[in-house]
């Protein structure tokens, strides 16, 4: 008796320390498809409430008929949700039952220590290991890169760019990239790192990667919201906006991706605080906001290609999301995601969607690309990486490479063209 008993103690302290693993209720993330209006209704009700997440859309307002939305459900609320969708009979399937174990899997000191050498760039890095990371790579390649800061966070954490250089003397060309202006899209910082760590490996061996680095300066800043991303790791996984307060209300968090001024805040942006799309007080109301813009206003002439990372959902996105209308240079840019799009699929057989923002995902004012063009960028980008339709913001750290591979081979073919061009 005596060993089965400690077993049980065992287990049972397993299970607490996990989370409640062994109970049947987990956190879900729910697949729901609305087909009448009177679906959408309900779910966008269901979607706004506080132990429920929305992964996809962004936002409840965005959710219409037939079109699958993807909503983390709190274990405590598993049981009132699903009971809900059956009453309403709508047609719902589980995507994700082991969310908290994807988590853990991603966070795990041990597989964390930058330190530790080895496979460093197939797993996730909290914001210290970032900054580590970063500031060890312009350290080791002083010939190539120059650490660069740009400004702070709401919370005072350092905005800090990468500038990643040919040996060459000075070039009147550049190319920008930001990832992580979403909190929960770790696939975005994680690729920025991939392409510092591919640039500074491959210059001079890589045809491609040589030439863009000859050719422009390539400035990157791989987390743009290192407050909500450093949340993301300590509090809640699955945080979106950055961390400012305001007052009046005790919802935190600006979606910086509705901040710039670009038909600030119009169809397809919050005014609610409490909104995950939320647009700010006023246009660039944001600390991280403002040193992008800053940055960018003070380098436009040289800056010509634009490159914004987010997750996920796989598309190739370029401007306008703030309006149906299309830039002039619509068709231009149209053939160049495309030929990536392509490129994708053959290499990695993968299909990644194409357009304009607002015909291909939804209207969104106030985004980065679609600020960086009228700015005169003309070559402005937004890609939307992995998953491939399962693991949504939880993308496990062994689809790291294949993920940036890809995302990598859009950006080249995307960079090597424009360069043709100019
Ligand atoms: N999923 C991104 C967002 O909601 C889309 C970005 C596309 N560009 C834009 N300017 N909205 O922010
Ligand atoms: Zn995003």
């Known amino acids: 008796m005596r060993p089965l008993l400690l077993l049980a103690i065992l287990i049972c302290f397993h299970c607490v320390l996990r989370k409640g693993f062994c109970s049947s209720e987990q956190d879900k993330v729910l697949s729901i498809t609305a087909v009448t209006q009177e679906q959408v209704i309900l779910l966008q009700n269901i979607s706004s409430h506080n132990e429920t997440t929305l992964w996809q859309p962004a936002s409840p307002s965005y959710i219409t008929e037939n079109t699958p939305v993807h909503l983390f459900v709190q274990s405590s609320s598993v049981t009132r949700v699903t009971e809900l969708l059956n009453t309403h ?82 070039v009147d060309k550049a190319m920008w990239m930001d990832c992580g202006i979403h909190a929960r899209e770790w696939i975005s910082p994680a690729f920025c790192l991939w392409f510092i760590k591919y640039a500074v490996i491959f210059y ?37 906006k950055n961390r400012s307060v305001r007052e009046g209300t005790s919802c935190v968090g600006v979606d910086l991706n509705r901040n710039f001024d670009a038909n600030w805040c119009t169809a397809g942006a919050s005014s609610n605080p409490c909104s995950d799309i939320y647009c700010g007080q006023y246009p660039e109301s944001e600390p991280e906001v403002q040193a992008v813009t800053k940055f960018l206003r003070a380098h436009k002439d040289s800056i010509k290609l634009y490159f914004s990372m987010h997750s996920y959902s796989q598309m190739l996105l370029f401007p306008y999301s703030y309006t149906h209308d299309q830039i002039p240079n619509h068709s231009e840019l149209f053939d160049l995601v495309k030929e990536a799009a ?81």
């Open 89 to 170: 009979r709508f047609s719902f399937s589980v995507l994700l039952e082991n969310t908290q174990q994807l988590i853990q899997e991603q966070t795990r000191n041990i597989t964390t220590d930058p330190k530790s050498g080895g496979m460093t760039y197939e797993r996730y890095h909290s914001l210290e290991d970032i900054y580590y990371l970063i500031n060890k790579t312009s350290q080791e390649h002083p010939d190539m890169t120059k650490l660069i800061l740009i400004g702070s966070s709401f919370e005072k954490n350092p905005l800090y760019l990468l500038k990643l250089s040919g040996r060459r003397g000075p």
């Open 204 to 240: 001079k061996e890589n045809p491609d990667i040589t030439a863009m680095l000859d050719k422009m300066d390539i400035y990157i800043l791989p987390v743009m919201n290192p407050d909500g991303y450093k949340y993301t790791w300590t509090t809640n996984r699955m945080w979106r």
């Open 342 to 422: 392509v490129k994708i699929r053959r290499h990695y057989k993968n299909v990644y969607h194409f357009g304009s923002g607002a015909k291909t995902i939804y209207l969104a004012p106030g985004g980065s690309d679609d600020w960086a063009y009228d700015q005169g960028i003309l070559y402005s980008f937004t890609f939307e990486l992995q998953d491939r339709g399962r693991y949504g913001f939880l993308l496990p750290p062994n689809l790291i490479s294949v993920a940036c591979n890809e995302a990598l081979a859009a950006v080249k073919i995307i960079s090597m063209r424009v360069l043709e061009k100019l």
